[in-house]
């Protein structure tokens, strides 16, 4: 999730705003949540469903929480991939990047744009250096205007969002056996790739006052309860925590792995990767900003920072398409690993749950669930995909997340037992957690989870309507429409509020999985219900 951390990074306000709660709640909240789920699934070897059952059979409910978010999740995130592999595939040249200059426009209509902008797409994307933005929103997306404005399907598009899926399926084909050897490669290679970006980038003009910017923090961000909250977001993200991948992996392990030794190296290496990939972001982006003269504080949040700034940077590069195929391949390769995860603990999760699945041979079964997937998510392939893609990432798994790690603490720390559940530890690794553990998982991360809920829940009723980042492109009546100088919006986006169905859409996906806990309570609970029921009207 490298470009979602460098995008929160900069809507922070300069990536030290955001370094300091990062590491933070790493500590409150990632290592022990981690090391929490690793343990829990080397100590019942099931999936998250079965898993939590465990603890209590109530809680089987936290498991298909899970499920449905890497559902969410897994629908949408090949998508970013699909994009990743447009890119890729552009940059098999031998001549300049195809977003280093501004091609004539090919007259083809964009779903929702007037037609007078037809006219003036040239000046536009020639204004301000914006090829890159140019090429992001009318070659790549082809992107509508409007959320409401679906528009035709992009072919091009199409056949990268195939062949994600099908690479997905062929990594994914035997399950665990066969993803775990691809992830030896899809988890290793960055690293390589990532060391040769940094050299490259720190030896740039400019690359010191972006990194100057990273590491930098601007004290006042810290009062903001969002940056807390996007920075525990991010840490569950990277990690894989409340996604249920941990437990579903980690079921997998000999009994007397020492899965908390293991659970506090994974963590640092994953969060000390993502601060040092940082590095290699923001030199880039100090380059981009020496060349063009562009400020950080323009940079836009979302997928543009890997696609336009990141894009821009690497344009103005000498052999730039060397350096754009390894930076996608990277990014593809990223992607890929955090897809498997999320769809190697859906498929356990469905086996665990239904055991006739085990008699079918797993390249039918992961076929089966990429197939359906991959259907799903044909509309991401659309002029109007952005949207989707943009509404789900956004709006559909922050607080679900937050909200199952909260119940997973309930269950493990609080039902179980804390101290069982130590026992229950020392019995496969030969030692006790240590109090940090203890305390985290008793007192410190369900206060911390509450005060991030609750502190969000105050914010959004407090921002009002939700609103999204509307493309206008070159259509200058739309920014004076809404009160700004046409001349004065280098991104081509203005804020719009959402439709009031989307709005209803939004809410579904944030209670789709929450409700699966107490609704499975309610089922698990009914039968004495019922009896208690009958015995008040008696």
Not at 199 to 218: D, N, S
Not at 343 to 358: C, G, H, I, Q, R
Not at 441 to 461: A, D, E, N, R, T
Not at 475 to 482: E, F, P, R, S, Y
Request: with cysteine.
């Amino acid at each position: 999730k490298q470009w979602y951390q460098r995008r929160v990074a900069i809507t922070a306000g300069g990536g030290g705003s955001f370094l300091i709660p990062y590491i933070i709640m790493l500590f409150l909240l990632g290592i022990p949540l981690f090391c929490l789920e690793t343990s829990l699934g080397q100590l019942t070897k099931k999936g998250a469903p079965g898993a939590f059952a465990a603890m209590h059979p109530a809680f089987r409910g936290i498991g298909f929480a899970a499920m449905v978010v890497d559902l969410i999740c897994s629908y949408y995130y090949n998508s970013i991939i699909m994009w990743i592999l447009r890119y890729f595939f552009s940059s098999f040249t031998f001549g300049d990047l195809p977003w280093s200059s501004c091609s004539l426009f090919n007259g083809t209509d964009v779903a929702g744009v007037a037609s007078s902008v037809v006219n003036t797409t040239v000046n536009c994307c020639s204004h301000d250096n914006n090829s890159t933005m140019y090429y992001w929103y009318y070659e790549a997306l082809k992107a509508s205007n409007d959320i409401t404005i679906v528009g035709s399907v992009d072919w091009y598009l199409f056949g990268c969002l195939v062949v994600a899926w099908v690479v997905c399926f062929l990594c994914m084909s035997k399950g665990v056996e066969s993803s775990g050897k691809v992830v030896y490669f899809t988890a290793t290679f960055p690293y390589v790739l990532l060391v040769v970006l940094f050299f490259r980038g720190v030896t740039l003009p400019g690359a010191a006052e972006g990194i100057k910017y990273y590491v930098t923090p601007k004290w006042e961000h810290l009062k903001d309860p969002t940056v807390w909250r996007t920075a525990a977001t991010q840490i569950f993200y990277s990690l894989g925590i409340s996604f249920g991948s941990v437990v579903a992996y980690s079921s997998y392990n000999k009994r007397n792995n020492d899965c908390i030794k293991d659970g506090i190296v994974v963590t640092l290496i994953n969060c000390g990767t993502s601060v040092f990939g940082g590095f290699v972001i923001f030199s880039l982006l100090g380059y981009r900003a020496h060349k063009s003269g562009v400020s950080f504080e323009n940079l836009k949040s979302g997928p543009g920072l890997a696609f336009v700034a990141i894009t821009d940077a690497i344009s103005e590069m000498d052999v730039g398409p060397l350096w754009s195929i390894l930076f996608f391949f990277m990014l593809f390769l990223l992607g890929l690993d955090s897809q498997f995860g999320m769809l190697e603990s859906l498929l356990t999760s469905v086996k665990d749950e239904f055991p006739a699945l085990n008699r079918i041979r797993k390249e039918f079964v992961s076929g089966g669930i990429c197939l359906i997937l991959a259907l799903a998510a044909i509309p991401m392939a659309f002029r109007g995909g952005l949207y989707i893609v943009d509404l789900l990432d956004n709006w559909s798994l922050s607080y679900p997340l937050l909200i199952i790690a909260l119940f997973e603490i309930i269950a493990v720390s609080w039902v179980y037992g804390v101290n069982r559940f130590s026992k229950d530890i020392k019995s496969m690794v030969g030692y006790e957690p240590n109090l940090y553990f203890k305390v985290c998982w008793l007192v410190i991360c369900p206060l911390v989870i509450i005060l991030l809920i609750g502190s969000g829940i105050v914010i959004s009723v407090m921002d009002g309507y939700p609103l999204y980042d509307k493309f206008v492109g070159c259509d200058n009546q739309a920014l004076i429409d809404q009160g700004l100088p046409a001349e004065a919006n280098p991104s081509w986006v203005v804020q719009d509020s959402f439709p009031g169905t989307l709005v209803f859409v939004i809410v579904i996906f944030n209670m789709m999985s929450c409700l699966t806990i107490p609704g499975y309570m309610l089922i698990h609970y009914w039968p004495d219900i019922k009896t208690k029921l009958a015995e008040l009207k008696r």
